[in-house]
């Protein structure tokens, strides 16, 4: 196929300058957390770094057929001299390739002529929805139930078999990728300086070489284990961008086969890598919280009605760390409208969850971290014109992270089985949940000692101010998606206002109240197993009404930003270092 960019020198130029694509970057050659590793550690980062940059070559294949081809044009057309083909690779390198929504939900789309499949690159980029419905219809119908099941998994890759579908293991489709990975892992493991670390580099890198989601379960228990680590390695493999999987539940007839023959439906994993250091102060910081994550859990609505991973046992199968970051590849990289700041892994779709494994939760410090006087700047000017002035002393762009500790562990807290059947609603739903628990927990764990009143206030304001957007998102913005329908449910219920004018004021003591009312509904949903429930759930509080829109119109006149990306000249060095 043939490729051209599609966007004019005029839009590339907007798009990449400083004012619309923010900056994030990772460590610095040279830097303290490097320099203080031991020898091992600092050689293991390069194996590491290089095994991150594969498992990114082939998430852009799982994201569209068209990236690694398009890039290849892309880095052809710059040794020619075309600016054009320079400024769109920025892009692709940002948000990781061609399709991408940015944070005013605009669909950017790198090449010309091409249309985002809702399939991404896990299907037949020909196959239309109703088609992929009737073919599945027809091969339960002819007992080909085994093959559907394999379909409707989270590790399959698809292809057309004649006129049916066959599925293949991710690490039979990229077998030599993953190869490659496999040994770049097992030399850090000879290198690193800590055996549990090790022992998981190990594992994960058997999980390389076989399509065995047992392999991948033996490396995601240990994995959630290691805790006084120097480095930190993660596969991340999360779901939120599989479009086309989850509409099977939408289909009636379809639906309904699924349930006769017990056929679990689970959207595609992207697949990330995360390399860093672990930050031992902020390690402390965030491991004070895990004393408490019993008792939030007696306190989780409805906790006699489900199971769920957190228990009363002293032992909290849950490991916390906040780590440096030296490189972010593939999706936990991707900048699209926003990057992660956060993750809670294994997901409950996961099989090490039912072998005994735990969780462990990883926070990003330099995605988190504005501290340039210009960021500042710009975060008081955001405030000048959303925030009444009498709430301006609450805000502290600090307390943005403990909210996001509680968000991360809200994900260990309620029903973790059953949710799938909430098809394309079910990460909506769950981060929404996320966000909840962290802001309906708040006074308990303020009475518990956790934060003082001040954080307290500070937490509950500067969560209210920070979730007001610029425009309506899609609906597979998940992450967005909930801050509507909870922006507009504080709304309704007097716990935020929004006046004529655009200025928004909060009732602090009413805001964990009205939290706790809402994951209420959202556990009784959850709990329901109910598609049209979680349907009618999404659409009765995704309203995008006209406070918000005030509100939107002027943070699109304050703030230029549509994207982002990140620059880390350490593992570039590190990448290119021949040991």
Not at 248 to 261: I, T
Not at 549 to 557: A, M, P, R, S
Request: glycine residues 6%; contains cysteine; charged residues 30%.
């Amino acid at each position: 196929m043939k490729y051209e960019c599609a966007l004019s020198i005029e839009e590339l130029e907007k798009r990449t300058s400083k004012d619309c694509l923010l900056t994030k970057n990772m460590l610095d050659v040279g830097c303290e957390e490097f320099e203080k590793l031991k020898d091992g550690d600092k050689k293991a980062l390069s194996f590491l770094v290089k095994a991150g940059r594969i498992i990114e070559n082939i998430n852009l294949q799982l994201d569209s057929h068209h990236n690694l081809p398009f890039k290849k044009y892309l880095e052809e057309e710059i040794k020619k001299g075309s600016k054009q083909a320079k400024l769109t690779k920025v892009l692709f390198d940002a948000q990781k390739g061609i399709f991408a929504l940015d944070c005013e939900s605009n669909l950017v789309i790198l090449a010309k002529g091409l249309k985002q499949n809702p399939g991404c690159g896990f299907y037949p980029d020909d196959l239309e929805k109703e088609e992929f419905h009737q073919i599945l219809i027809n091969m339960i119908e002819e007992n080909k139930i085994d093959e559907v099941k394999k379909i409707l998994n989270q590790r399959s890759v698809i292809e057309r078999d004649g006129k049916y579908l066959k599925a293949i293991d991710y690490i039979d489709k990229f077998s030599d990728e993953f190869k490659n990975a496999a040994e770049l892992l097992l030399k850090a493991s000879c290198l690193s300086t800590n055996i549990d670390f090790n022992e998981y580099l190990r594992l994960q890198s058997q999980a390389f070489l076989k399509a065995d989601p047992m392999l991948d379960a033996y490396a995601d228990k240990k994995w959630a284990t290691l805790q006084d680590t120097p480095l930190e390695f993660t596969i991340t493999r999360e779901n939120y961008s599989d479009e086309m999987t989850q509409t099977v539940l939408e289909n009636e007839k379809l639906s309904a086969l699924l349930e006769k023959y017990n056929i679990e439906v689970i959207s595609k994993d992207y697949l990330g890598a995360r390399t860093g250091i672990v930050n031992k102060e902020g390690t402390n910081y965030i491991l004070k919280v895990k004393d408490f994550l019993p008792l939030m859990a007696q306190n989780m609505p409805y906790c006699d009605k489900y199971t769920q991973t957190i228990t009363n046992d002293s032992d909290v199968s849950q490991t916390m760390v906040d780590v440096d970051l030296v490189d972010v590849r593939g999706d936990v990289g991707a900048f699209r409208a926003g990057i992660t700041l956060a993750e809670n892994l294994p997901n409950n779709d996961k099989l090490s969850l039912t072998i005994g494994g735990g969780r462990r939760n990883v926070y990003h410090r330099q995605i988190r971290f504005a501290t340039s006087e210009d960021a500042k700047q710009k975060i008081q000017e955001r405030l000048d014109n959303i925030l009444e002035k009498e709430f301006h002393k609450y805000y502290d762009d600090k307390m943005d992270h403990p909210f996001t500790i509680g968000h991360e562990n809200g994900h260990s807290l309620g029903p973790n089985e059953g949710c799938e059947v909430l098809g394309k609603y079910k990460s909506i739903i769950e981060e929404n949940k996320a966000d909840m628990v962290s802001l309906s927990m708040i006074d308990l764990l303020t009475e518990k000692g956790l934060y003082t009143k001040e954080e307290r206030d500070k937490i509950i304001v500067t969560f209210a101010a920070d979730s007001m957007l610029k425009t309506k998102p899609e609906l597979s913005q998940a992450h967005r998606v909930r801050t509507v329908m909870q922006n507009y449910y504080f709304i309704q219920k007097g716990a935020i206002k929004i006046s004529k004018d655009g200025f928004l004021s909060v009732d602090i003591d009413k805001m964990p109240k009205v939290a706790y009312s809402m994951l209420k509904e959202i556990i009784e949903v959850q709990l329901s197993k109910d598609f049209n429930r979680g349907e009618k759930y999404v659409n009765d509080y995704f309203v995008w009404n006209d406070e918000m829109n005030i509100i939107g119109e002027k943070l699109k006149k304050i703030s230029k930003r549509l994207n982002g990306t990140t620059k880390q000249p350490l593992a570039d060095k590190l990448f290119e270092e021949d040991i």
